[in-house]
T-cell receptor
């Protein structure tokens, strides 16, 4: 158990809908990262937050957004969903940002868009 | 841009066979290198890491050496077990910046037969 929790574990929805994925980092970790794992794209970095502020952006679509709250949990919002958004979404956390800070991964949320 | 290339799988071995999974990288800066493992239905776990040239990371019988001259970080294990069946990801983080997102290879699926 990494100490990172993600809810829900599975999510099934329809095209055009909006969903919210939730992540609670390990106790004391200030950085949260979101990654998408799909069969065609592999594991891709989406976005990073550090202590409530956006720190880095990767291949995140404009239809996707995220935020980190004062209690350090994070939410990833996916809107106007398309079939191609079906993927496993991982959250990871680390103590700080920059340099080498080991990232601990949650179990993921599997999103299926029908 | 920065990237990681690892050998495509799947790799199927018999128990006690020798394992090598090749990984090479391209980085504009000076990276730290990692191998992560994903067991079926689970999130990613850090297997081993190396933060500077000629460092050898090791864990659970797996080893990888950071070779700056060949920009490689090949994963090896002398005698695999059925329980090693998983997907293995090579990854890097650029050291020195304020960001800390991992850049992953596509992953290599390993199946070990008894």
């Amino acid at each position: 158990d990494s100490g990172v929790t993600q809810t829900p574990k599975h999510l099934i929805t329809a095209t055009g809908q909006r969903v919210t994925l939730r992540c609670s980092p390990r106790s004391g970790d200030l950085s949260v990262y979101w990654y998408q794992q799909s069969l065609d794209q592999g594991l891709q970095f989406l976005i990073q937050y550090y202590n409530g502020e956006e720190r880095a952006k990767g291949n995140i679509l404009e239809r996707f957004s995220a935020q980190q709250f004062p209690d350090l949990h994070s939410e990833l919002n996916l809107s106007s969903l398309e079939l191609g958004d079906s993927a496993l979404y991982f959250c990871a956390s680390s103590a700080a940002s920059g340099g080498y800070n080991e990232q601990f991964f949650g179990p993921g949320t599997r999103l299926t868009v029908l | 841009g920065d990237s990681v290339t690892q050998m495509e799988g799947p790799v199927t071995l018999s128990e006690e066979a020798f394992l090598t999974i090749n990984c090479t990288y391209t980085a504009t800066g000076y990276p730290s290198l990692f191998w992560y493992v994903q067991y079926p239905g689970e999130g990613l776990q850090l297997l081993l890491k190396a933060t500077k040239a000629d460092d050898k990371g090791s864990n659970k019988g797996f080893e990888a050496t950071y070779r700056k001259e060949t920009t490689s970080f090949h994963l090896e294990k002398g005698s695999v077990q059925v329980s090693d069946s998983a997907v293995y990801f090579c990854a890097l983080i650029l050291v020195g910046g304020s960001q800390g997102n991992l850049i992953f290879g596509k992953g290599t699926k390993l199946s070990v037969k008894p």
